[in-house]
DNA sequence: AGTTGTTTATTCAGAG
DNA sequence: CTCTGAATAAACAACT
C-alpha cells in the first residue's frame, strides 16, 4: 500500500497500466502529444521504479503503443528531425478505464475496420485541422457546436449521451457518479473531453488531478485552477488560464509540407483565447484514403498512412 | 549500433 | 470456467 504523505509509489509498482500511464504522459503535454523517449522520461521522473528494468517495460510500452488503438502515431515533418514520430490519444478512445481503476480498463478500445478508414481519417481532420485553424486564426468558436457535433460528421455523433458510450479517459468514469454535478452549462462532460486538450472546466481538473495524484492533473491545459505545486509535470507548466492568452506550439499542426518552417521554438507565439473550446471545423474530406487500397489486417500502417495523409491535406 | 515500431506468443489476473 | 485485458518476452524490420 502506498505510504500517505510520502512520495506513495516511490519504489513500488504504480497502480497504473502501461496504457494509463502512456496516457497520463501524453496528456501532460501541451501539444497532446510526445515522442517515444518523452513518454519514457515521464514515465521515470514520475515513477522511480520505471528506473529499473527499462528494458522491459519499455518494450512493452512500445508493444502498448503499436498494439492499441487508443494511441495513434503522428509522424514528424520533414522539418522536425528526430527519432521516431509522435503519440496522441485517439480522439475517441473512449472510457477506457473503470471508475477509479487505471490498471484495468472498461474495454479495449478498437477501432473497427471500416470506422478505422472512413472515421478515423475524418477524425484526424478535425483533431488536426481543427488544432491548426485554432492555433492559426485564434479564432474562439462556441463550445455548444463542438458538443452537438454541429460541423461534425456522422460518425462522431455516437459518442454523445445517447449512446452511451463515453469519453477519453474517461472523466466520467475517473469522477465516477460525480460527473454529473460538473455539468457546466449544460454541456456533457464527456464531449468536452472528446477533443483533449480543450479547457475544461476548473472543477474538473481537480477532481482529476485527485485521481492521478502522481501526475498532479491529467492535463496542464486543466491545470488552471490547481496549485502550481503541480508543476512537477516534466512538460512546461505553461498553461491556458495563466495568462489570457496561450502559447501553441505548432508542433503537431501540419501547416504546410515544406521544410520551410522555422523551428519550433523560432515560431512567434499563437494565440487561443483561453475560454475557448473550438469546435472541429470540418473544411472537406480531400484526404486520400491510401488505407483502402491497403490490404487487410494492418492496422499499424493504417495509423501511420491514414495520418500522414490527413497531415498533409489539411494543411493544403 | 541504437532506437523505434510491429507482430506474435505466452502467462497471469480480474470479471462475469 | 471462460473471456478479456494486461504484462512480458522475443523476433524482426525500419529508421536515424
Known amino acids: ?15 497504473y497500466s502501461y496504457i494509463s500511464l502512456t496516457a497520463m504522459a501524453i496528456q501532460s503535454s501541451t501539444e ?19 528506473r529499473e528494468n527499462t528494458q522491459r517495460w519499455q518494450n512493452s510500452l512500445r508493444h502498448n503503443l503499436s498494439f492499441n488503438d487508443c494511441f495513434i502515431k503522428i509522424p514528424r515533418r520533414p522539418d522536425q528531425p528526430g527519432k521516431g514520430s509522435f503519440w496522441a490519444l485517439h480522439p475517441d478512445c473512449g472510457d477506457m478505464f473503470e471508475n477509479g481503476s487505471f490498471l484495468r480498463r472498461r ?30 486564426l485564434g479564432v474562439p468558436t462556441s463550445d455548444a457546436s463542438a458538443v452537438t457535433g454541429i460541423g461534425r460528421l456522422p460518425h462522431f455523433q455516437p459518442y454523445n ?29 464527456a464531449s468536452m473531453m472528446h477533443h483533449l486538450g480543450y479547457p475544461v472546466p476548473s472543477q474538473l481538473s481537480n477532481m482529476v488531478s485527485s485521481m492521478w495524484p502522481h501526475v498532479g492533473m491529467m492535463d496542464s491545459m486543466t491545470s488552471m485552477a490547481v496549485s502550481q505545486e503541480y ?18 506550439p505548432a508542433v503537431p499542426v501540419p501547416i504546410k509540407p515544406t521544410a520551410s518552417l522555422p523551428p519550433v521554438s523560432a515560431i512567434p507565439s499563437l494565440t487561443v483565447n483561453a475560454s475557448s473550446m473550438c469546435p472541429p471545423t470540418v473544411t472537406q474530406a480531400t484526404v486520400a484514403t491510401p488505407l483502402l487500397e491497403q490490404p487487410s489486417g494492418n492496422h499499424s500502417d493504417s495509423k501511420t498512412g491514414m495520418l500522414h495523409s490527413v497531415l498533409i491535406h489539411s494543411s493544403a
Open 161 to 189: 449521451q445517447s449512446s452511451g458510450f463515453k469519453h477519453p479517459f474517461a472523466i466520467e468514469n475517473i469522477i465516477g457518479r460525480d460527473y454529473k454535478g460538473v455539468m457546466t452549462s449544460g454541456l456533457p462532460l
Open 107 to 136: 474495454k479495449r478500445f478498437k477501432v473497427h475496420r471500416a470506422e478505422h478508414l472512413a472515421s478515423k481519417n475524418h477524425q484526424m481532420i478535425h483533431y488536426f485541422h481543427h488544432q491548426h485553424n485554432q492555433t492559426k
Open 1 to 15: 500500500m502506498p505510504r500517505p504523505g510520502k512520495n506513495s509509489y516511490s519504489d513500488q509498482k504504480p497502480p
Open 231 to 248: 508543476g512537477h509535470f516534466g512538460v512546461p507548466m505553461k498553461t491556458i488560464c495563466h495568462a489570457p492568452t496561450q502559447t501553441i
Open 32 to 50: 497532446k502529444m510526445l515522442p517515444l523517449s518523452d513518454i519514457y522520461k515521464f514515465i521515470m521522473d514520475r515513477f522511480p521504479y520505471y
